[in-house]
DNA sequence: AATCGATGTGAGTCCGGTCTCAATCCTAGG
DNA sequence: CCTAGGATTGAGACCGGACTCACATCGATT
């Protein structure tokens, strides 16, 4: 319909060149501006490109300066909300700098993080940003830091991996919000992850993510602290789906020596722990106090609105990008400070007084 | 440490021709495994390629063969929970056949998604999948269109575009929503989206989304079928960030003649709408009834949950992948069926009868 | 008028693969 | 023993830009 059906191949700086009557040296530098080329040239060759549409491949382009323009994000899972705001944060910043990004998913499985990174090694990123699904198993990390390739790391740190990592400080954030619950009188407190396991929790065992571990290190700290210990029972770890949290916090409420409060480690979960106190006809903050990680919106919609654990996620993938740019630009020093990265703990309506906590008080006094 | 420095310059075929001591040609055979190749040579290359680490240029190979195995998705904002279920769905679909995906964000902006298109064409992809901001201005989309390349819509259809197009049918869930509203006894039901528009608006206008365009038309004809018509002084377009849907909010439940429901036009929306109806000290269903679109988790946690528009947001990613895969495999025809792609109203606890709707029967009858 | 440095310009190489084509090997049929 | 035809193999073109290098131009110097 329009005019010249633009089937098939498409154009190159040599069709330029031959409408502008000129070399394909000279198109090539009007075209990518750069070395010398006289006005009457360059206005030939613009609008023979224009009256051509040529556009670039950039590909080629690519292929012969060595830079894709690309950085390649490895995340666990952009449908949580968590990493859809980092993403948010990273592509932001990458566009930015002129930088596209190439998004994979690898549902927090090995398997998939280790062909991610190669595939995108293959198609020569010109650095990576990933979230690892394994603290331990860093092997193809390692790989890409010896290949050369920048590398930069979200969410979680890699064991003997020294790699620049965003993320924030697990450990004190963890360690306040067990504080805070237990000076609300909590004894019992429950912690829901979804780290994979082999066997039940152990205290000091070795996990997958070092932001579980840093987590479950402040818990026991903040007990120590007080001259308790950490009620190891209600550690729950391989929560996975929704059935599989819902079992686990009934689980956690039932019986005598039930749980009092429940940190859920992330939004995902928190939304089946809810749903399961309130299915079991409990009531947060009376029978339940809760604090999940992760600051979303809707969290101020709940009755009572949740007490979380607020991360600067959208930051962190700012950081994390503009890092990685960094990086790849050149100065490997420079500015390494950023803002700090820190969590906060929110509080909202979700977190109160176990129910026995005013009797046990006074017959302690 | 480890051994080979690998600094620099990769391994390339040639590389690994003379380790193992043949043509270049026949490493390139062995490693991408096609032509004739014998046994002997084959493993000699294997073994050097092997050992010094090579890794194929997917970018060179691109260049040659036409393909990248990449797939270019450009959508609103993946922070939307509604982008990251899609997503979801085109990545994994994506994987399953060997694509690749780069995700491009446009915060809705057309002149960003024009870019955006633009830098995928250079880049070589495969195809795309857009969820285009504008169903009006769709000149750019036509381009990719005429320039060959493999296209498929999300969400939203191009006006004058005859491409597949993956979304559900807003008009009809939207007609049936209402209608339901309108049985619960509403008369004065408000709808509230982000599509940007000039002035107020006017019945019938052109919108720049087809999917709002098609929900109001529903709103429209229910009211119509019922002898009614529409409370246009209800429609709010322009939503932009929290603050604003608050106001409009606040500005619809005030006066003698408030809004008794609202519809709203997506889950982020909804999520200030809410706030703003807690505020104001009002409540759910009691005062205001509400139905949002997309049936995201945290709805069945607030009070009451929310009665929502469910739409098969990640089959829709799923269909669209599909589709745009087969396109770029090969046969146009084929199966064009799949599965429906239908919304469904979800009625959980957030529409009720409106407070006055005894005394206006009574007084009917 | 001869010289010099600053442009302009075209031919051709290179990036790292794929692929064509002609030459060489090998083996079975005659 | 000779030969046709398939299996192997190497040389080199090619994809589409970027970039090197040698050469041509030209106004300005002295």
Redesign the pocket.
């Known amino acids: 319909m329009s005019s010249e059906g633009s089937r098939r191949?498409?154009?190159?700086?040599?069709?330029?060149?031959k409408a502008a009557?000129?070399?394909?040296?000279?198109?090539?530098?009007?075209?990518?501006n750069?070395?010398?080329?006289?006005?009457?040239?360059?206005e030939r060759v613009l609008a023979a490109a224009e009256g051509l549409g040529?556009?670039?491949?950039?590909?080629?382009?690519s292929?012969?300066?060595?830079k894709s323009n690309t950085i390649g994000v490895v995340v666990g899972d952009i449908e949580n909300p968590h990493f859809g705001l980092a993403t948010r944060g990273i592509t932001d910043t990458a566009k930015k700098s002129g930088y596209n990004v190439i998004l994979i998913n690898t549902d927090e499985e090995r398997a998939a993080e280790v062909d991610a990174v190669q595939v995108l090694l293959d198609k020569r990123v010109d650095g990576l940003i990933v979230a690892p699904a394994s603290s331990v198993e860093t092997a193809h990390l390692k790989e890409v830091r010896d290949s050369g390739r920048p590398l930069v790391l979200l969410d979680r740190a890699a064991e003997g991996l020294d790699v620049e990592t965003f993320a924030v400080d697990m450990g004190t954030i963890s360690y306040e919000s067990t504080k805070y619950l237990i000076e609300a009188g909590h004894r019992r407190i429950a912690f829901v992850s979804t780290v994979r396991t082999e066997g039940p929790y152990v205290a000091g065992m070795p996990l997958d993510s070092s932001q579980i571990s840093d987590r479950l290190e402040g818990i026991r700290r903040a007990f120590e602290d007080e001259g308790l210990s950490q009620p190891m029972d209600l550690v729950r770890l391989n929560a996975g789906d929704a059935d599989s949290i819902m079992r686990i916090t009934r689980d956690l409420l039932k019986g005598p020596d039930a749980a009092t409060a429940i940190i859920a480690s992330d939004g995902l979960i928190a939304l089946s722990v809810v749903e399961a106190i309130q299915e079991s006809g409990l009531s947060i903050p009376s029978d339940v106090s809760l604090i999940m990680y992760d600051d979303f919106a809707w969290t101020r919609l709940t009755t009572p609105p949740l007490t979380v654990i607020a991360q600067p996620v959208y930051d962190m993938g700012m950081a994390a990008a503009t890092a990685l740019i960094r990086q790849i630009e050149g100065r490997k020093s420079s500015s390494p400070a950023g803002p700090p990265l820190e969590a906060r703990l929110v509080r909202r309506g979700s977190v109160g007084s176990p129910k026995d906590v005013g009797v046990l008080s006074q017959a302690g006094s």
Chains 1, 2 share one sequence.
Not at 34 to 42: F, I, P, Q, T
Not at 54 to 61: F, I, V
């Open positions: 191949r498409d154009v190159t700086v040599a069709d330029v060149a009557q000129v070399s394909k040296a000279q198109a090539a530098r009007a075209l990518g750069y070395g010398a080329v006289s006005e009457d040239v360059r040529y556009r670039p491949n950039e590909l080629a382009r292929m012969n300066t060595g």
